[in-house]
């Protein structure tokens, strides 16, 4: 006889229970605390039915479950991991009402599905915590745009020549003189001695002079208040703060990525920050049966209408599955496309044939997935002269 254990996941409490193959409710559904006094209750109510051919699934529906996965694994059990909108489906097609106790038992007919799951072992927690780190980065990373946007708007009000004068946009002087005068009328009213002091750069000047700088902050037609020195004050400020926690975390993603080594790392255009966000959030890449699931899961494929004899000539892309995985792939294509000739000569084919520049960089992703998909299912090395 097989067993199948369900349990709907919460933040507080998690429910339970437990049938068999025929559908038959061994277990009415049960709660049990989100802590280890709730975690050995569970396992004793159902100690009786893992001593036999069994199988624990839940949903994965973020970081609430990642503890009672850690525990579960400790005691060797075979746990599966549900996509949420698998059992939604299940739950609509049987006009089931949306509750902690029912949900556990469609989670554990759901089980007798293979198809609609997958298993996870301890390195599925490697993975998880490359891919907090890579979601990290990304989240780190559009902050930091955000409070460079606003230092823009910022320049723009107190000194709008400021962009003029530097060679490169945010670096360690250029922060330096916005930190310290943050605006041309600042500027214009200090000693020229304090701004050669603030000018050097590990002893060296950079290209601009003091005099310069003066001269460009007494002709500007910007101004200044109090509020706008202190907001272009902590901005920068935090800039400087996101940027050396992006440095920390970078340095993490790097040694993770030295230790995995993949093969994916030898495509021109994919750095180690990228491989990582790539493969922790595909996982375990046994569990693809082609690479068509991979694209699927990155959310890149063309949404299909067709009704009939009518099929939609022009569709967008789906957007299903993993959005970080989407927005990386679409930070790297055009690298990748860049420094590759048969991507390049594949995006120019695209774009002859009518797609907008947007839609021929998702053909390349696609194409991109493939590879990848290719490379780390056969074991092989990549090799460009492969790909035409």
């Known amino acids: 006889m097989r067993y199948f254990i ?21 277990i009415e559904p049960f709660d049990f605390d989100n802590d280890i006094i709730g975690f050995n209750s569970f396992f004793t109510s159902v100690s009786s039915f893992i001593q036999d051919d069994f199988i624990i699934g839940m949903e994965d529906t973020g970081h609430y479950a990642d503890n009672l996965q850690k525990f579960l694994l400790s005691k060797n059990l075979k746990v599966a991991m549900f996509n949420p909108l698998a059992t939604n489906h299940i739950r609509l097609a049987f006009n089931l009402a949306k509750n902690d106790r029912l949900d556990s038992l469609t989670i554990a007919s759901a089980l007798a599905m293979p198809r609609l799951y997958r298993i996870i072992e301890d390195e599925h927690f490697t993975y998880h915590e490359i891919r907090e780190l890579s979601r990290y980065h990304q989240s780190l990373s559009k902050t930091m745009n955000r409070y460079k946007n606003r230092l823009q708007k910022f320049i723009d009000i107190a000194f709008p020549e400021f962009n003029k004068l530097f060679d490169t946009k945010y670096s360690k002087t250029y ?14 009213n200090t000693d020229i001695r304090t701004l050669r002091k603030a000018l050097l750069s590990k002893g060296r000047c950079v290209s601009i002079t003091a005099e310069e700088l003066k001269s460009a902050a007494r002709d500007s037609i910007g101004h200044s208040h109090i509020a706008l020195d202190l907001e272009i004050q902590q901005t920068v400020e935090m800039i400087e703060k996101i940027d050396s926690n992006l440095n920390i975390v970078d340095k993490k993603i790097e040694e993770f990525s030295l230790q995995l080594n993949s093969p994916i790392l ?17 996982g ?18 063309p949404y299909i209408y067709e009704s009939g004899t009518y099929s939609m000539p022009r569709t967008r892309l789906e957007k299903k599955g993993s959005k970080y995985l989407r927005c990386t792939l679409y930070n790297i294509i055009q690298t990748v496309i860049n420094n590759n000739p048969v991507f390049k000569d594949y995006y120019d084919r695209k774009i002859s044939q009518g797609k907008s520049h947007r839609c021929a960089q ?26 035409r």
């Not at 369900?6 to 193959?21: E, L, N, P, R």
């Not at 930190?179 to 600042?186: E, R, T, V």
């Not at 375990?284 to 494929?301: M, P, R, V, W």
């Open 6 to 26: 369900g349990i709907d996941i919460s933040k507080f409490k998690h429910t339970a229970a437990v049938i068999d193959q025929d559908g038959v409710v061994h």
């Open 175 to 188: 922060l330096k003189i916005l930190k310290d005068f943050q605006s041309a009328q600042n500027i214009a």
């Open 266 to 282: 030898a495509i021109p255009g994919i750095s180690h920050i990228s491989a990582m966000s790539i493969l922790s959030e595909l």
């Open 284 to 301: 375990d890449f046994t569990q693809y049966e082609s690479a068509k699931k991979i694209i699927k899961l990155s959310g890149t494929n």
């Open 362 to 387: 998702g053909h390349c992703v696609r194409k991109l997935l493939r590879v990848i998909y290719h490379i780390l299912t056969t074991g092989c090395e990549f090799d460009p002269s492969l790909l």
